[in-house]
C-alpha cells in the first residue's frame, strides 16, 4: 500500500527537478565538497538509495542537512531521499488504527528536517530524523502507548537482560534520555531501535551504519548491557 500524500510528493519531485528553483539551488552549491558535482536533483535520490555504501549516502544527507534550515530545496530533497524510511513508519503506525499516519509521518518530518539540530547530531542523519518522528508518533498516541511497539527481536535484547519490557513510546523516551546523558550514542540508539527505522535484519542495520553484519549482534548485546544499566540507575537514583 501507498499513501496518497506520498505519491503527491513523488509528483511535486518530479515538478521541481526540472524547476529553475533546482536550477539555482544547484548553482548555490557549486562551492559544497559532497553537492557541488550534482548535475541535477535527482542525482541525491542516486547517491542514497539502498544499495549505497552507507558512509557515502550518509555524507550526501549530512550535506542537505547542514543547508535544511535556511536552504528550502535542500530540505525538500532531503525529504525525498527519506520517502522510503517515511513509508516504512506509515505503514507501521497506520497498522496500528492511526489512518493519518502517512500525513503525519511526513509533517513531523518536514518539521525535524528544518529544524535540525546538525551541531549536535551531524551524522547518522536518516536514523536521526526517522527516530524522532516515530517518537512524536508514539508520544501523540499516549491513549494507547503499547500497541506501537518493537519487534519480537527488540524486545528481547531488553528482556534478555532481566528488565519488564516498557510500552514502546516510554522505551524510545527512556533512549532518548540515554542519549541525552551521553550513555548512548546517535548510531548505538540506531542500532538499539532498528526495528524503529524499518530494518528488517542485521544486514540491513549494518548497512544503514557501516559496519560488517557480524558485528552487529554483539554491538546490540553490548548498546543493551549500557541501556539497562541506566535505566537500573535511574530507577534507584
Known amino acids: 500500500m501507498r499513501f496518497q500524500v506520498m505519491y503527491e510528493l513523488d509528483e511535486d ?16 552549491w557549486r562551492g559544497d565538497p559532497v553537492l557541488g558535482d ?9 547517491r542514497t538509495r539502498q544499495g549505497v555504501g552507507p558512509a ?25 531521499a527519506l520517502m522510503p524510511g517515511m513509508v516504512r513508519l506509515a505503514h507501521r503506525h497506520a ?4 489512518p493519518d499516519a502517512a500525513t503525519d509521518v511526513v509533517g513531523y518530518a518536514i518539521e525535524r528536517i528544518r529544524t535540525y539540530p546538525f551541531e549536535r547530531r551531524p551524522r547518522a542523519i ?27 527481536e527488540a524486545e528481547g535484547v531488553v528482556a534478555r537482560h532481566g528488565e ?23 548510531e548505538d540508539a540506531a542500532i538499539l ?19 560488517k553484519p557480524k558485528s552487529i549482534a554483539r554491538r546490540r548485546q553490548r548498546v543493551a548491557e549500557r541501556f539497562v544499566a541506566f535505566q537500573r540507575e535511574q530507577v534507584h537514583a
Open 164 to 186: 519488564r519490557v516498557e510500552p514502546a513510546e516510554h522505551v524510545i523516551d527512556l533512549v532518548g534520555d540515554a542519549l541525552r546523558e551521553g550513555v548512548l550514542t546517535t
Open 38 to 46: 550534482l548535475h541535477c536533483l535527482t542525482d541525491i535520490l542516486v
Open 13 to 28: 519531485w518530479e515538478i521541481l527537478v526540472r524547476s529553475r528553483a533546482a536550477e539555482d539551488a544547484l548553482r548555490r
Open 193 to 211: 531501535l532498528a526495528p524503529v527505522l524499518g530494518a528488517t535484519d542485521d544486514v540491513e542495520v549494518a548497512a544503514l551504519e557501516g559496519i
Open 56 to 80: 557515502a549516502a550518509d555524507r550526501v544527507l549530512v550535506a542537505l542537512a547542514a543547508r535544511a534550515r535556511t536552504d528550502a530545496i535542500a530540505a525538500r530533497a532531503l525529504l525525498q
Open 95 to 98: 497498522g496500528v488504527g492511526r
Open 126 to 152: 536518516a536514523a536521526n530524523v526517522l527516530l524522532d518522528v516515530h517518537q512524536w508518533m508514539c508520544r501523540d498516541r499516549r491513549k494507547a502507548p503499547d500497541t506501537v511497539g518493537w519487534n519480537s
